[in-house]
């Protein structure tokens, strides 16, 4: 039996409207923690300004050195104040996140090499990688 998803946050930050949401990231969120920060591949913790509800933010991009139209992608997804405390600690390791993922829904906004952005709510876990 699927356990139900988790509640988090409010409608500015976690509100059903993706582009809303997106839209709200710049100005309705503060960032806590820099946990990992390359070039290509980052994580951090961020806070939404109307409730509090602690979010990750994973950017990724995959550079593959040919023209400069390399793939990036971002996920925002909640956390628990315990997860967040323990990606800050290091004791949730960044490349476990996805895991968490089962339980509730997260934002994906991915731009593919050639092809145009795309944005939208999803549910489950999903994998997590470095840049490469």
């Known amino acids: 039996m699927r356990r139900p998803m988790a509640e988090f946050g409010c409608a500015k930050c976690y509100g059903e409207d993706a582009q809303a949401v997106w839209r709200g990231q710049h100005d309705?969120?503060?960032?806590?923690?820099?946990?990992?920060?390359?070039?290509?591949?980052s994580v951090d913790v961020r806070r939404c300004r109307a409730c509090a509800q602690r979010f990750v933010w994973i950017f990724s991009e995959s550079v593959d050195w040919m023209g400069g139209d390399d793939a990036q992608y971002v996920t925002v997804m909640p956390l628990t104040a315990a997860e967040a405390g323990g990606l800050v600690a290091g004791t949730l390791r960044p490349l476990d996140l996805g895991a968490l993922g089962r339980d509730r829904r997260h934002l994906d906004h991915d731009w593919p090499t050639g092809g145009p952005a795309g944005l939208r709510w999803n549910s489950g876990s999903f994998r997590v990688a470095e840049a490469r």
């Open 28 to 41: 309705g969120f503060e960032r806590e923690a820099e946990v990992v920060d390359e070039s290509h591949f």
